[in-house]
């Protein structure tokens, strides 16, 4: 598998008020995902689900730069994504993320939120 290359496209400056709205874009989107059961946390059962299933509309990505294990585990579901047209967002506030949920409902620990898939 391999990923996409952007071709033509230059980077667009990041303004605060642009930065923002997507912030509250993704938060309405992950509250409303969460409220109709259609959303998956975590590295390694949103990897087992596009595996076995093969489906999946939206890819939320905490990016962590020092854990290489994680890396490591992004590398699959990134090129499944790309290869089956469903987005992906990286983000670099797990805890803004973990606001959004509520612990898990079985052990009462948080989720594992650096993979999300909607």
Not at 28 to 57: I, P
Request: aromatic share 6%.
């Amino acid at each position: 598998m391999t990923l996409k290359e952007p071709h033509g496209q230059e980077p667009v400056p990041e303004s605060h008020d642009r930065v923002q709205g997507a912030g509250n874009v993704l938060y309405e989107l992950l509250v409303l995902a969460q409220h109709r059961s259609c959303l998956t946390a975590g590295v390694y059962e949103s990897d087992k689900l596009v595996n076995q299933f093969g489906q999946g509309a939206f890819c939320v990505l905490a990016t962590d730069e020092g854990d290489i294990a994680l890396q490591i585990h992004f590398t699959p579901i990134q090129a499944f994504c790309c290869e089956n047209d469903i987005g992906i967002v990286h983000v670099n506030d797990v805890p803004k993320l973990a606001a959004v949920f509520q612990p898990s409902k079985e052990s009462g620990e948080p989720q594992d939120l650096y993979c999300i898939l909607i």
